[in-house]
């Protein structure tokens, strides 16, 4: 079945540095879906792309999906301490990446 | 946004019995809901999908005849863990589809239920 993969598995930053995480799937997606989940909390959706090579940006997060529809990334600009959490991508059949667990050091 | 929730937020029960969680969108119909089961510090595993008026479709590994699934109307799905066993311990969490269409959804997430089997 369908399985993607999440780098870096953990990603320690200090407050105000950036921070990327990577999305990589084994088949062509038809779509990807990025949720974030803070400690003790449920995920929350962000965002979903479709479009190969798309773009879209929520403040300081800038989400891209690959030309080919097999990866993706989720870039965090300046970091801040409400950043934390653990991020998940997501592609079709709802089958969640293992995630990346970021802490932002103040 | 959308608000999803589920009953009870946290269970105890003793091995061999029986528990039922509900969920409900609160503010938008959902035909299609979901479950997963997650453990502490790991993803979310997808369990089975939840279609209104049809069978759950289960995911492979996940024994249907214990993790009964009935989504009885268009704002309520409900997961009963059968014979309940320590190794079920865990967080379950639903979710609500919106939108049409392949390319046009969004998914939203319950608070979860905690369910410890001892």
């Known amino acids: 079945g369908q399985q993607v993969m999440q780098i870096p598995q953990y990603q320690h930053v200090q407050e105000g540095e950036d921070f990327t995480t990577y999305c990589n799937s084994s088949?062509?997606?038809?779509?990807i879906q990025w949720y974030k989940q803070r400690p003790g909390g449920h995920p929350v959706f962000l965002i979903q792309?479709?479009?190969?090579?798309e773009v879209k940006k929520q403040k300081r997060l800038t989400f891209q999906f690959g030309e080919a529809k097999k990866n993706s990334s989720l870039h965090i600009t300046a970091t801040q301490t409400t950043d934390v959490g653990t991020y998940f991508c997501?592609?079709?059949?709802?089958?969640f990446g293992p995630g990346t667990r970021l802490s932002v050091l103040p | 946004g959308a608000v999803v929730s589920q009953h009870p937020s946290w269970v105890i029960c003793k091995s061999g019995t029986s528990v039922k969680i509900e969920c409900r969108s609160l503010d938008f119909q959902a035909t299609t809901m979901f479950w997963y089961r997650q453990f502490p510090k790991q993803s979310l595993m997808l369990m089975a999908t939840?279609?209104?008026?049809?069978?759950?479709?289960?995911e492979q590994g996940v024994e249907k005849d214990k993790f009964l699934i009935n989504h009885a109307s268009l704002t309520l799905s409900t997961l009963t863990v059968t014979s309940a066993h320590p190794e079920d311990s865990s967080f379950y969490i639903c979710?609500?589809?919106?939108?049409?269409?392949?390319?046009?959804?969004?998914?939203?997430f319950g608070p979860g239920t905690r369910l410890t089997v001892t």
């Open positions: 939840s279609n209104e008026g049809s069978k759950a479709t289960y």
């Open positions: 979710s609500a589809l919106t939108g049409t269409g392949a390319s046009s959804y969004e998914q939203y």
């Open positions: 088949t062509t997606l038809s779509n």
């Open positions: 792309l479709v479009k190969s090579g």
């Open positions: 997501a592609g079709e059949g709802f089958v």
